[in-house]
Antibody, heavy 119, light 110 residues
Framework: QITLKESGPRLVEPTQTLTLTCSFSGFSLTTEGMGVGWVRQPPGKALEWLALIYWNGNTYYSPSLKSRLSITKDTSKNQVVLTLTNMDPVDTATYYC????????????WGQGTLVTVS | QSALTQPASVSGSPGQSITISCTGSGSDIGHYNYVSWYQQHPGKVPKLIIY???YRPSGLSSRFSGSKSGSSASLTISGLLAEDEADYYC??????????FGTGTRVSVL
């Protein structure tokens, strides 16, 4: 059974750096093909894909946010960390992490999401 | 990369069929068969309903079906039920190795 859960600050001040942790179980990021991605959703707006990290350490970022984003993994803790620098009120959103399976490019398993407010 | 284009809203009566379009480009939908669709009820986590253009996750109703033609994809909901009222998002893998979501469609059951 795959589960994911996001954790981090609920309130961030403008210009600060946001650090979110995704803790997961039911799979390992040392297994070939596995990946964890991040998606966000501002209140009342659409989903926006942010980043993806694969078992082999390869990372991919949204082109529009690439300069501000970083995604890393800690396989010993079954965690993935997303950082977003220079936070702005427009970055207020619910941030989700999700599981990517071998050879697939969709997310079947999602965390519950965490609302981050920039103010 | 620009978000995939979806109609803002689609509505239908119970029992009817509706189709939601998702328009991309040759760098995403037009290049791969990695189109997925998500259903999201208010305040809830997105739920995968279609992947690989046409495949349904195990246990998902066959009332949901997907297709693709060129750089556009579609989601059809047949036998519309009140519980289908939700937001729907398409998503595609891209030639840059990234993913891109659609603008979202609000489905209303009249």
């Amino acid at each position: 059974q795959i589960t994911l859960k996001e954790s981090g600050p609920r309130l961030v001040e403008p210009t600060q750096t946001l650090t979110l942790t995704c803790s997961f179980s039911g799979f390992s990021l040392t297994t070939e093909g596995m990946g964890v991605g991040w998606v966000r959703q501002p209140p009342g707006k659409a989903l926006e894909w942010l980043a993806l990290i694969y078992w082999n350490g390869n990372t991919y970022y949204s082109p529009s946010l690439k300069s501000r984003l970083s995604i890393t993994k800690d396989t010993s803790k079954n965690q993935v960390v997303l950082t977003l620098t220079n936070m702005d009120p427009v970055d207020t959103a619910t941030y989700y992490c999700a599981h990517r399976d071998f050879g697939e490019y969709h997310f079947e398993y999602w965390g519950q999401g965490t609302l981050v407010t920039v103010s | 990369q620009s978000a995939l284009t979806q109609p803002a809203s689609v509505s239908g009566s119970p029992g009817q069929s509706i189709t939601i379009s998702c328009t991309g480009s040759g760098s995403d939908i037009g290049h791969y068969n990695y189109v997925s669709w998500y259903q999201q009820h208010p305040g809830k986590v997105p739920k995968l309903i279609i992947y690989g253009v046409t495949y349904r996750p195990s246990g998902l109703s066959s009332r949901f079906s997907g297709s693709k033609s060129g750089s556009s994809a579609s989601l059809t909901i047949s036998g519309l039920l009140a519980e289908d009222e939700a937001d729907y998002y398409c998503c595609s893998y891209t030639t840059s190795g990234t993913l891109v979501f659609g603008t979202g469609t609000r489905v209303s059951v009249l």
